[in-house]
């Protein structure tokens, strides 16, 4: 079973910074979507940041500007760079993985990580 691992999260102070990466050891990694996602307490999982194997880049309208998703595919790893931190960026942030092969889509997450934005 695969399951990405997610590392680089903490506690920081509003307006600052942290850099998420999530590893995974998935055959052809460059074939694969990328996601970021995000859960704070009593509220449902969003997505926060994808890149497709092209590398187009979406990202949530609350975070647009602030965060930058990438990709190094020669260590399958993806990244993401979190800029002007507010309290509500506070979550645990998840990775996934993806990848659709003929009718069937295949995905895994990982465990998450605790980002926390507080003074």
């Known amino acids: 079973q695969v399951q990405p691992v997610e590392s680089g999260g903490g506690l920081v102070q509003p307006g600052g910074s942290l850099r998420l990466s999530c590893a995974a050891s998935?055959?052809?990694?460059?074939?694969?979507?990328l996601g970021w996602y995000r859960q704070a307490p009593g509220k449902q999982r969003e997505l926060v940041a994808s890149i497709s194997v092209r590398e187009t880049t979406n990202y949530a309208d609350s975070v647009r500007g602030r965060f930058t998703i990438s990709r190094m595919n020669a260590q399958n790893t993806m990244y993401l760079q979190m800029n002007s931190l507010k309290p509500d960026d506070t979550a645990v942030y998840y990775c996934k993985v993806q990848v659709q092969i003929g009718a069937t889509s295949h995905e895994f997450w990982g465990q998450g990580t605790q980002v926390t934005v507080s003074s």
């Open positions: 998935v055959s052809l990694f460059r074939f694969w979507t």
